[in-house]
């Protein structure tokens, strides 16, 4: 199994900045994309941004030119630096990965942590 342990979350005024972190760790064989996902009360779970293992990203719109993800391989880390930030930033952020684990290699399977919150009010 993996598990995932976020941290960074808070609160923060409109236009101040966070950085998120998340650490995978357990029977870890390989890990292929890591990434974050938001959900606001009311709303549906929903992509923020997304990096594959040699490094290419992937970007909600709402977020581009704002937030950064980023990853060290080496640590099985993936951070999300979040500037300019927004009152309908405003949600639990989770972080997802999908690895392969000892046990089952070949076979790639999804991973959550448990979520931190981001609160973007004045």
């Known amino acids: 199994q993996v598990q995932l342990v976020e941290s960074g979350g808070g609160l923060v005024q409109p236009g101040g900045s966070l950085r998120l972190s998340c650490a995978a760790s357990?029977?870890?064989?390989?890990?292929?994309?890591m990434g974050w996902y938001r959900q606001a009360p009311g709303k549906q779970r929903e992509l923020v941004a997304t990096?594959?293992?040699?490094?290419?990203?992937k970007y909600a719109d709402s977020v581009k030119g704002r937030f950064t993800i980023s990853r060290r391989n080496a640590k099985n880390t993936v951070y999300l630096q979040m500037n300019s930030l927004k009152p309908e930033d405003t949600a639990v952020y989770y972080c997802?990965?999908?690895?392969?684990?000892?046990?089952?290699?070949?076979?790639?399977?999804?991973?959550w942590g448990q979520g931190t919150q981001v609160t973007v009010s004045s």
């Open positions: 997802n990965c999908n690895a392969e684990i000892y046990g089952r290699v070949g076979f790639l399977d999804d991973y």
């Open positions: 357990g029977s870890i064989f390989s890990i292929a994309a």
């Open positions: 990096i594959s293992s040699s490094g290419r990203t």
